[in-house]
């Protein structure tokens, strides 16, 4: 009872109470499963795009596609400030881009899919890490090529640390542990080849089975204590909505671009494709042997795992008994929120999508298919501007905004934001029929970004536009009062 009260007053710097494993009687022992992968951190300067074999199942072998021969792909290990320098050497049989995802880079560097490596060719990445402390990743992004690269095992986690993060108290260590989630179609064969079929290409891959960190039926063992969950979703199509066989609660500590002012008790909740979310689970209560499984709940009426909503497991705990970390900062790190008033523009995104295909594409941002050599907005230099995202249609889309972290005001279809909106957020899921308002600014680079659904097979069909930031003018200083103009 203690431990719980710890837990819903949002953390506190002492947990003494182990609760007897009687509490825990309805997770149950576990004896299969493989255990959780945890990818290497990179060493040294360069990261190979190339095809493996590797052993995704044990005893057998499945072609990959990698970045740097794993999947996922090493580790990146930063600190703010830092100079991140990285040689990426293509040698697939086909063009790759890497694009870090969530940081702000300057347009070159972005993985932009006008500057892709072609086969043999390499291309050196290099910036200075701007953002907070955070959970980000990495993942290619040619043209309409980036579903497929993705979904055959390119991706790797990317994580900043910085000062302010290091003086928390929060779980470090192997007590800090990245899940990089993607579910996968292996119902007829443990292969990672990519073939949408036309429901795939109009709903997004929607898989079977779900790994994390390349590992399926992952299992991790757990000391009696606190962990920091990074959960990362970096499936192409899967919206999860995760939340534990016991229904035990969590503390939410961060989204996408770094760490809330506080953490926030809840225990479930929705993340969609590219969107991250960090969270401090307890796992003092399990006695040795005993497990509990993170699984992914059903929503909607789905019914077949093709569909979207359908129920997943994702992975399970077990316990060893041992003695673990048992606090964590109750303030984390405040931000500042952008006011709606300080916002000098209203801009309008909307989103199409049709069952039936228009021109050959089912999904188009207001109105267009992307053309990666037009622009298709203007926006000003360190100009805030308040975006209203509509989504036109029923299905849901993930929508991933390059270049900045923004921030979510509000949506049409609920009274209070979850979690996994407050703070800064580069990825916000749009729902059917909802409207989403997000307050952005673009700081410090100028030149072209990429807004589009993360769902990898929408990008693919075109559900991207290019925007420019441009030096501000004369012009722009002058309008003092928020103006509507149409993205078109
Ligand atoms: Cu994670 Cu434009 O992508
Ligand atoms: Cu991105
Ligand atoms: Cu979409």
């Given at each position: 009872?203690?431990?719980?009260a710890?837990?819903?007053?949002?953390?506190?710097?002492?947990?003494?109470?182990?609760?007897?494993?009687l509490l825990?009687?309805?997770?149950?022992?576990?004896?299969v499963?493989?255990?959780?992968?945890?990818?290497?951190?990179?060493?040294?300067?360069?990261?190979?795009a190339?095809?493996?074999?590797?052993?995704?199942?044990?005893?057998?072998?499945?072609?990959?596609?990698?970045?740097?021969?794993?999947?996922?792909?090493?580790?990146?290990?930063v600190?703010?400030g830092?100079?991140?320098?990285?040689?990426?050497?293509?040698?697939?049989?086909?063009?790759?881009?890497?694009?870090?995802?969530?940081l702000?880079?300057?347009?070159?560097?972005d993985g932009?899919?006008?500057d892709?490596?072609?086969?043999n060719?390499?291309r050196?990445y290099?910036?200075?890490?701007?953002?907070?402390?955070?959970?980000?990743?990495?993942?290619?992004?040619?043209h309409?090529?980036?579903?497929a690269?993705?979904?055959?095992?390119?991706?790797?986690?990317?994580?900043?640390?910085?000062?302010?993060?290091?003086?928390?108290?929060?779980?470090?260590?192997?007590?800090?542990?990245?899940?990089?989630?993607?579910?996968r179609?292996?119902?007829?064969g443990?292969?990672?080849?990519?073939?949408?079929?036309?429901?795939?290409?109009?709903?997004?891959?929607?898989?079977?089975?779900?790994?994390?960190?390349g590992?399926?039926?992952?299992?991790?063992?757990?000391?009696?204590?606190?962990y920091?969950?990074r959960?990362?979703?970096?499936?192409?199509?899967?919206?999860?909505?995760?939340?534990?066989?016991?229904?035990?609660?969590?503390?939410?500590?961060?989204?996408?671009?770094?760490?809330l002012?506080?953490?926030h008790?809840?225990?479930?909740?929705?993340?969609?494709?590219?969107?991250?979310?960090e969270?401090?689970?307890?796992?003092a209560?399990?006695?040795?042997?005993?497990?509990?499984?993170?699984?992914?709940?059903a929503?909607?009426?789905?019914t077949t795992?093709?569909?979207q909503?359908?129920?997943?497991?994702?992975?399970?705990?077990?316990?060893?008994?041992?003695?673990?970390?048992?606090?964590?900062?109750?303030t984390?790190?405040?931000?500042?929120?952008?006011?709606?008033?300080d916002?000098?523009?209203?801009?309008?995104?909307?989103?199409?999508?049709?069952?039936?295909?228009?021109?050959?594409?089912h999904?188009?941002?207001n109105?267009?298919?992307?053309?990666?050599?037009?622009?298709?907005?203007?926006?000003?230099?360190?100009?805030?501007?308040?975006?209203?995202?509509?989504?036109?249609?029923?299905m849901?889309?993930?929508?991933?905004?390059?270049?900045?972290?923004?921030?979510v005001?509000?949506?049409t279809?609920?009274?209070?934001?979850?979690p996994?909106?407050?703070?800064?957020k580069?990825?916000?899921?749009?729902?059917?029929?909802?409207?989403?308002?997000?307050?952005?600014?673009?700081?410090?680079f100028?030149?072209t970004y990429?807004?589009?659904?993360?769902?990898?097979e929408?990008?693919d069909?075109?559900?991207?536009?290019?925007?420019?930031?441009?030096?501000?003018?004369?012009?722009?200083?002058?309008?003092?009062?928020?103006?509507?103009?149409d993205?078109?």
């Amino acid at each position: 009872m203690k431990r719980r009260a710890f837990i819903r007053n949002g953390g506190l710097a002492i947990a003494t109470a182990i609760a007897s494993p009687l509490l825990s009687s309805r997770s149950h022992a576990r004896s299969v499963g493989n255990p959780l992968r945890i990818p290497a951190t990179l060493a040294g300067s360069s990261l190979e795009a190339k095809t493996v074999a590797a052993e995704v199942w044990p005893g057998s072998t499945t072609d990959l596609m990698t970045l740097g021969g794993t999947w996922p792909g090493p580790t990146i290990r930063v600190r703010r400030g830092d100079q991140f320098e990285v040689d990426v050497v293509n040698r697939l049989d086909e063009s790759t881009t890497v694009h870090w995802h969530g940081l702000v880079v300057p347009p070159d560097m972005d993985g932009h899919p006008m500057d892709v490596i072609a086969p043999n060719a390499s291309r050196r990445y290099s910036f200075e890490v701007l953002n907070r402390a955070g959970t980000y990743w990495y993942h290619p992004h040619p043209h309409e090529r980036t579903a497929a690269q993705t979904y055959q095992g390119m991706a790797g986690i990317f994580i900043v640390e910085d000062d302010d993060e290091q003086n928390l108290d929060l779980p470090r260590g192997a007590y800090d542990v990245p899940l990089l989630i993607q579910d996968r179609i292996v119902r007829g064969g443990r292969t990672l080849v990519y073939d949408p079929d036309s429901i795939a290409r109009l709903n997004g891959t929607l898989g079977d089975t779900v790994f994390v960190n390349g590992t399926p039926d992952a299992y991790l063992n757990v000391d009696r204590g606190l962990y920091r969950l990074r959960l990362i979703n970096a499936s192409n199509a899967r919206i999860l909505r995760l939340a534990f066989n016991d229904g035990r609660s969590f503390n939410v500590i961060g989204c996408d671009g770094g760490l809330l002012d506080r953490s926030h008790v809840v225990n479930e909740t929705y993340l969609a494709p590219a969107e991250r979310i960090e969270i401090v689970v307890d796992f003092a209560a399990l006695a040795i042997g005993q497990s509990v499984e993170l699984r992914s709940l059903a929503f909607g009426s789905a019914t077949t795992y093709a569909q979207q909503g359908f129920e997943l497991a994702v992975m399970s705990f077990v316990g060893t008994g041992g003695a673990g970390h048992s606090s964590i900062s109750q303030t984390l790190i405040p931000h500042e929120p952008f006011r709606i008033d300080d916002a000098r523009k209203t801009q309008s995104i909307t989103l199409d999508t049709s069952p039936i295909p228009l021109g050959g594409h089912h999904h188009k941002i207001n109105g267009v298919v992307f053309d990666m050599h037009r622009i298709d907005a203007r926006i000003p230099l360190d100009e805030l501007q308040l975006w209203e995202i509509t989504n036109q249609h029923t299905m849901s889309h993930p929508i991933h905004i390059h270049g900045t972290q923004f921030q979510v005001v509000d949506r049409t279809t609920v009274a209070q934001l979850a979690p996994v909106d407050m703070g800064w957020k580069d990825t916000v899921l749009v729902a059917g029929k909802e409207t989403v308002r997000v307050l952005i600014r673009f700081s410090p680079f100028v030149g072209t970004y990429l807004l589009h659904c993360h769902n990898l097979e929408h990008e693919d069909d075109g559900m991207m536009i290019n925007f420019s930031v441009d030096q501000r003018t004369a012009v722009d200083d002058a309008q003092a009062i928020p103006t509507k103009l149409d993205l078109r």
